[in-house]
């Protein structure tokens, strides 16, 4: 079935047509229909599958026919998502697709001055897409009404309650009307999120894509053993090899990723960086400079990146392992967007084959290895164009040589005064 055949507002079908969407992908396919009639969903959906416009086609539908029928004002839909970049770009989502209706949609986030955004709500919106603190905080104040509020929709409800939002959820529940529609999506599930998942839905639609294998299925996986001091001489050999490519690295740590970027620009490898050190305005320029393409290598912390929709990615290197099992299904997730293909490349260390094994065991596949002969290893380490490195080899051995010298210095001193006790 194509867009064109489902029973949509005009302006939304023409808009899907401009963005070159033409047939509903499989969570779209399963979740559209019940939406439009009004019902709970529950869905388990990773990023990438189009889970997006699977809530914002319907959504934005209802909420236009609504607005066509009475003048309806005051925020009809709210969307709770973990982070400022997901809520930026699921507004964007809905402004593309409701473009030329009668539905405004907004994001509320911290980290920016709250005036702008208590001047947009003041002049009207119908859907609110928010991260929870700075929701709240309108809430008390009074600028953000939900008392009108129609449909509720949680985006990766995985990752708020990883982000600790638990309780914010559930005390969301005391400024919403009880008669409304929940939309609840996750990309994975525990006992944790059920709970939560059912204390929200009623009688829900359960959907779930690709049940066995969480990780997006046109994505190609693959590890390299690599040690990890020498892991930064293969990432500079695969991007020289592959500089056309959009190129997402990610690293344990905010520290990690600065280092990285640090090694790669000795070697003349312009790249960004995206963690939490990082200000609002910093993260947006980031990812607007490598959605553009203007910088085509982004590394990236787990946190900073979850759920964030960068078009065209075609590798994700895992250059640190990730910590946590779904952390591995969020990372891929980030390339093989929607129809596209995607590749995803892990530099494991000897210190992290125990976190790969978790993997493995999570995703229910053994991730194929591609394997490096040692001359090959060893050619990756002489391409290095980092002088650095020469430099250290070169200072150890002057220190070396600086110690043995010295040994031999201290043993000669002890011989002579030794031989002049004796003589005496
Ligand atoms: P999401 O899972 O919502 O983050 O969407 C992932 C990507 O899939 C986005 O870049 C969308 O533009 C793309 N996408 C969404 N729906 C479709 C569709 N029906 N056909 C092709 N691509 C799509």
């Given at each position: 079935m194509r867009f064109d055949q489902y029973s949509l507002i005009p302006q939304i079908k023409e808009n899907l047509s401009k963005k070159g969407l033409k047939k509903p992908t499989d969570i779209q396919f399963k979740s559209i229909p019940h939406i439009l009639k009004g019902e709970d969903v529950l869905a388990i959906a990773q990023t990438g599958t189009g889970k997006t416009a699977a809530f914002a086609i319907p959504v934005i539908h209802k909420i236009h026919l609504l607005k066509m029928k009475k003048r309806a004002s005051g925020v009809r839909c709210l969307i709770m998502v973990p982070t400022r970049e997901l809520c930026i770009q699921i507004t964007d989502v809905f402004n593309d697709i409701g473009k030329k209706t009668k539905v405004i949609t907004r994001s509320i986030f911290g980290g920016v001055e709250q005036d702008t955004q208590i001047s947009t709500l003041n002049k009207g919106v119908d859907i609110v897409v928010a991260t929870p603190g700075r929701m709240f905080d309108l809430i008390s104040q009074g600028y953000l009404k939900l008392d009108k509020l129609e449909i509720l929709v949680l985006d990766e409800a995985d990752q708020m309650l990883d982000r600790g939002f638990y309780?914010?959820?559930?005390?969301?529940?005391?400024?919403?009307?009880?008669?409304?529609?929940?939309?609840?999506?996750?990309?994975?599930?525990?006992?944790?999120?059920?709970?939560?998942?059912?204390?929200?839905?009623?009688?829900?639609?359960?959907?779930?894509?690709?049940?066995?294998?969480?990780?997006?299925?046109?994505?190609?996986?693959?590890?390299?053993?690599?040690?990890?001091?020498?892991?930064?001489?293969?990432?500079?050999?695969?991007?020289?090899?592959?500089?056309?490519?959009?190129?997402?690295?990610?690293?344990?740590?905010?520290?990690?990723?600065?280092?990285?970027?640090?090694?790669?620009?000795?070697?003349?490898?312009?790249?960004?960086?995206?963690?939490?050190?990082?200000?609002?305005?910093?993260?947006?320029?980031?990812?607007?400079?490598?959605k553009k393409g203007e910088v085509n290598i982004l590394i990236a912390t787990d946190v900073s990146a979850r759920g964030i929709d960068i078009p065209n990615v075609e590798y994700v290197i895992n250059y640190d392992i990730p910590e946590q099992a779904d952390s591995y299904v969020h990372r891929v997730g980030r390339t093989g967007r929607g129809r596209s293909k995607g590749k995803a490349i892990s530099f494991v260390s000897k210190e992290e084959n125990e976190l790969l094994y978790a993997i493995e065991e999570y995703t229910g596949d053994k991730i194929k290895e591609i394997k490096i002969n040692l001359e090959d290893y060893q050619d990756t380490i002489d391409f290095t164009e980092d002088t650095s490195q020469s430099w250290q080899a070169l200072i150890k051995e002057h220190d070396r040589v600086e110690d043995n010298l010295k040994k031999i210095h201290n043993k000669r001193v002890k011989q002579k005064i030794n031989k002049n006790k004796k003589k005496r």
């Open positions: 309780d914010d959820i559930k005390a969301l529940q005391r400024h919403i009307p009880k008669r409304r529609q929940t939309l609840f999506f996750s990309a994975t599930i525990d006992e944790k999120i059920k709970r939560l998942a059912y204390s929200l839905v009623v009688n829900p639609i359960r959907i779930q894509i690709s049940p066995k294998n969480p990780v997006a299925r046109n994505v190609d996986h693959s590890i390299v053993k690599v040690k990890m001091d020498d892991k930064r001489f293969f990432l500079e050999r695969f991007i020289k090899e592959n500089d056309e490519s959009k190129t997402l690295v990610f690293v344990r740590t905010k520290v990690r990723a600065e280092r990285v970027q640090k090694a790669m620009k000795r070697v003349q490898i312009e790249a960004l960086t995206l963690h939490g050190d990082k200000n609002q305005n910093e993260r947006i320029l980031t990812l607007e400079k490598f």
